[in-house]
T-cell receptor, first 112, second 112 residues
């Protein structure tokens, strides 16, 4: 089955700097890759997603890139702000079984 | 903006007791999911539900678990005989086409 690896587990960056979180997936049939942000005690919230027919997608300070050949995708946050502090999860989805398989999460800490 | 809702927000139960967790998905969504998250860990897929039947389930979703959509709005997860290791946050999610999934606020289950 699908397996998603996510790195790093913790990332600490200075406010205003960029943060990059990387994920790899194992099943080439995966075709949809969302990123969720989870604040402490709250629900995961979808922040950006990308489909397998697209290489890059951007939404203001957030961007996601996908390399299908290498089976990895990354989240990029620029000009980080204190409210970006949270746990970020990547996930991979296959429409053959409607399962969303999650990475282990990255705790992002924004230092003032 | 419509949201997935879940009740109760917290549930404390004795080991061996049955619990029912309730979810109201977004009204025009067709795919429904249950996930669990043990404190500090990643989100784990339990089950997906479409067209009034289970479409996929994980190894976690054993005979002690069941799901139901008793009417046009509610989607429930039942755990027949709770174990200590069932203590976790349980999230319901819904989706129009299966991919982009929106999460409810979760039910924190504590089994004593």
């Amino acid at each position: 089955g699908e397996n998603v690896e996510q790195h790093p587990s913790t990332l600490s960056v200075q406010e205003g700097d960029s943060a990059v979180i990387k994920c790899t997936y194992s099943d080439s049939a995966s075709n949809y890759f969302p990123w969720y942000k989870q604040e402490l005690g709250k629900r995961p919230q979808l922040i950006i997603d990308i489909r397998s027919n697209v290489g890059e997608k951007k939404d203001q300070r957030i961007a996601v890139t996908l390399n299908k050949t290498a089976k990895h995708f990354s989240l990029h946050i620029t000009e980080t702000q204190p409210e970006d502090s949270a746990v970020y999860f990547c996930a991979a989805f296959m429409d053959s079984n409607y399962q969303l398989i999650w990475g282990a999460g990255t705790k992002l800490i924004i230092k003032p | 903006e419509p949201e997935v809702t879940q009740t109760p927000s917290h549930q404390v139960t004795q080991m061996g007791q049955e619990v029912i967790l309730r979810c109201v998905p977004i009204s025009n969504h067709l795919y429904f999911y249950w996930y669990r998250q043990i404190l500090g860990q990643k989100v784990e897929f339990l089950v997906s539900f479409y067209n009034n039947e289970i479409s996929e389930k994980s190894e976690i979703f054993d005979d002690q678990f069941s799901v139901e959509r008793p009417d046009g709005s509610n989607f429930t997860l039942k755990i027949r005989s709770t174990k200590l290791e069932d203590s976790a946050m349980y999230f319901c999610a819904s989706s129009v086409y299966g991919e982009t999934q929106y999460f409810g606020p979760g039910t924190r289950l504590l089994v004593l």
